[in-house]
């Protein structure tokens, strides 16, 4: 697993990363969330991301739902519990995507999540939407040397400065995200302009962390020059819990990874007209025409124009001398179909 990868992206000496939000898919389940990595791996995608919940470190019983959609949990603090991992867990959850060449990433919501993470040797922090102003939070994970990654999806850009200026003001490195807290987005709530003002703004790797449950927002953000690209992931959209319909499924994880990568080499290969990498010689001998003698031309025939024929194979003068013919004097005779030369003529 490559660990440079901040400063390649950075540097502009990698493909857009792509990384696949996992957050509760795995609904608890160890199994399942080592399921995901499998998965998540064999697509093809750059990175793997979780979420590191600690219910008592971060929640009280008062939490609302975002959407009341369990059937087990009686409290959104009951839910956090659920997904808690124990800190050996979430190590052979790093070590899994360590084996399989991904990236570990996961989000900490709490302070005790943050040393959790940081005693993995993660390479980076995600800090998701909702923590943006949590400056405490932002302090301790800066301080941790790594790069951090901040969502951008419940913040202004007066909220958002004061993020990235606390982050850096601890020399952390920092990496940005449009984001858009709807869940699925819909296209008009993507925000794709917002990813080139970052850039300016920030002058630091800038990517889409889409909700809208289809490939094309982060195909289109690639097109467009964004170094991070983060989707959610589900094994179907029919499965239980909140993100699942704004999630993609593992073919579409991996028709995007295909996506961005033909997408990156078309930009790191534009095409000079002048000099084209293709064949055109050989190309144009198969698709273009020449100029022939429409019927049988005796010697010193003075060309009209219906004695030319355009026709395939482009082996002879080209369309363009079609004009520039008539009027001159064959020196030879030539049968139907026979190409016109220029040393034919007078």
Known sequence: MNTNWFEELSEGNRKPLVVAEVAQAHEGSLGIAHSFIDAVAATG???????????????????????????????????????????EQWKGLA?????????????????????????LNMSAF?????????????????????????????????????????VRGHGAKVGVFQCTTAYPTRAEEVGL??????SERYDCPVGLSDHSGTVYPCLAAASIGAKLLEVHVTFDR??????????????????????????????????DKDRPSIDLPGLSRTFGKSVVASSDLPFGTVLQEGDLA????????????FYEMVGKKLNKPLKSDDPIRWDDLD
Not at 49 to 62: I, V
Request: charged fraction near 30%; include cysteine.
């Open 126 to 166: 995600k800090v998701a939407s909702g923590e943006i102003e949590n400056f405490p939070l932002l302090d301790r994970i800066a301080k941790c040397g790594k790069p951090v990654l901040l969502s951008s999806g419940l913040s202004d850009w007066a909220i958002f400065d004061r993020a990235v200026e606390r």
């Open 310 to 321: 355009l026709k395939k194979p482009g082996d002879g003068c080209p369309p363009s001398d």
């Open 193 to 198: 302009n917002v990813i080139s003002e970052m």
């Open 45 to 87: 995608a750059d990175a793997i991301k979780f979420q590191t919940h600690m219910a008592d470190r971060e929640s009280t019983l008062r939490e609302p739902w975002r959407i009341p959609f369990s059937y087990e949990d009686g409290t959104r603090f009951d839910y956090w519990k659920r997904m808690e991992f124990t800190p």
């Open 238 to 271: 029919q499965m239980f819990g909140p993100d699942a319909p704004a999630s993609l499924n593992l073919a579409e994880l991996k028709n995007l990874v295909e996506g961005v990568d033909f997408i990156d080499r078309m930009r790191k290969n534009p095409l």
């Open 95 to 119: 070590d899994h995507c360590s084996e399989k060449g991904l990236i570990f990433l996961s989000s900490p919501f709490s302070f005790e999540a943050v040393a959790l993470l940081e005693s």
